[in-house]
């Protein structure tokens, strides 16, 4: 995992490109963190060029991705459902990994709390009619 690579010199960046360039090793992948402000160039050490979608998937963390409609979220269940059915478990992701209920229930009760909360910090300003 390599965090912040917008910080990282113009060699650090072609060397890295360069290791995510050659897809030859199934042992290990990389996971980059990049701002989406002065986004490091692709160019690998020997000046080709790695390519989203072909040598890197790009996600935007800034974005809504943990809802279950997030292309995120549908990316991360097809990635558990090709790993469960790979060993032989014949079930639904949600089956194989049941939500639970005291969690549900908790975030239902905080959600409660969380506007009812709301809804007297608006009574009290100006803005209420």
Do not use: C
Not at 4 to 17: A, M, P, V
Not at 64 to 80: H, P, R, T
Not at 97 to 111: A, G, H, R, S
Request: zero cysteines; glycine letters at 4%; hydrophobic letters at 30%.
């Amino acid at each position: 995992m390599f965090d912040d690579i917008q910080d990282l010199n113009e060699y650090q960046i072609k060397t890295l490109n360069s290791w995510i360039a050659f897809r030859d090793n199934s042992l290990f992948s990389f996971k980059l963190a990049s701002s989406k402000v002065d986004r490091p160039s692709t160019i690998t050490g020997i000046g080709g060029t790695i390519i989203e979608g072909h040598d890197y998937i790009e996600i935007d963390m800034e974005g809504a991705y943990q809802n279950s409609d997030s292309n995120f979220a549908k990316m991360a269940k097809e990635i558990v459902e090709k790993r469960v059915k790979s060993v032989g478990i014949d079930t639904s992701v949600e089956k194989y990994f049941p939500q639970n209920p005291t969690f549900i229930k908790d975030l239902e009760q905080y959600k409660t709390e969380a506007r009812e909360d709301a809804e007297k910090k608006v009574r009290q300003t100006d803005y209420y009619e």
